[in-house]
Antibody
Framework: EVQLVESGGDLVQPGGSLRLSCAAS????????MSWVRQAPGKGLEWVAN????????YYVDSVKGRFTISRDNAKNSLYLQMNSLRAEDTAIYYC?????????????WGQGTLVTVSS | DIQLTQSPSFLSASVGDRVTITCRAS??????LAWYQQKPGKAPKLLIY???TLQSGVPSRFSGSGSGTEFTLTISSLQPEDFATYYC?????????FGGGTKVEIK
């Protein structure tokens, strides 16, 4: 059974940093693209970033470029999102999602999400 | 970026009703469109991909159609477990944007 379990969400001050993790199990992690999608409280879904199987391709939504970095450790079956220079508008539930063979596929697996709150 | 506009943003319906949700893209996206269902406090669930292909395990009362810039999600006979928020997502070009969502509530 595919499982994606996020962790690392917390309350952080504006300008601060946070690193989210996603522990994957039930599938060959190194064979799939992975993504982060976020959802601000009471709002819709926003794709944040994704990463190729070997980490050689990464894509970001414009609003996080230069501040967020997606990475993965295939040996540890883990996906990460390093978030720097956090802003109030980054407050959201962050979902690990994907398990897709190409970057053009929809997301049939999602984690339960981890809450990031950016506030002073 | 490609913008997706869903309508309506909210609808009130009764069990057994036929419900249609529309998703319009700001430019042509062929059939690279997916639909998700999200219930409160839960992660989204993939319902339909490639505009009209039902994801495995999804009830056949859900169907999708369209291509280019206009797409629809139809629930043929609304069931109590279908009350949720529905989102479309385009996968034709990056970033893979989502529509604003349609909340389906009990009348």
């Amino acid at each position: 059974e595919v499982q994606l379990v996020e962790s690392g969400g917390d309350l952080v001050q504006p300008g601060g940093s946070l690193r989210l993790s996603c522990a994957a199990s039930g599938f060959t992690f190194s064979s799939y693209w992975m993504s982060w999608v976020r959802q601000a409280p009471g709002k819709g879904l926003e794709w944040v970033a994704n990463i190729k199987q070997d980490g050689t391709e990464k894509y970001y939504v414009d609003s996080v470029k230069g501040r967020f970095t997606i990475s993965r450790d295939n040996a540890k079956n883990s996906l990460y999102l390093q978030m720097n220079s956090l802003r109030a508008e980054d407050t959201a539930i962050y979902y690990c999602a994907g398990v897709i063979e190409t970057k053009w596929e929809p997301y049939d697996y999602w984690g339960q999400g981890t809450l990031v709150t950016v506030s002073s | 970026d490609i913008q997706l506009t869903q309508s309506p943003s909210f609808l009130s319906a009764s069990v057994g009703d036929r419900v249609t949700i529309t998703c319009r893209a700001s430019q042509g996206i062929s059939s690279f469109l997916a639909w998700y269902q999200q219930k409160p406090g839960k992660a989204p669930k993939l319902l339909i991909y490639a505009a009209s292909t039902l994801q495995s395990g999804v009830p056949s009362r859900f169907s999708g159609s369209g291509s280019g810039t206009e797409f629809t999600l139809t629930i043929s006979s609304l069931q109590p477990e279908d009350f949720a928020t529905y989102y479309c997502q385009q996968l034709n070009s990056y970033p893979p944007t989502f529509g604003g969502g349609t909340k389906v509530e009990i009348k």
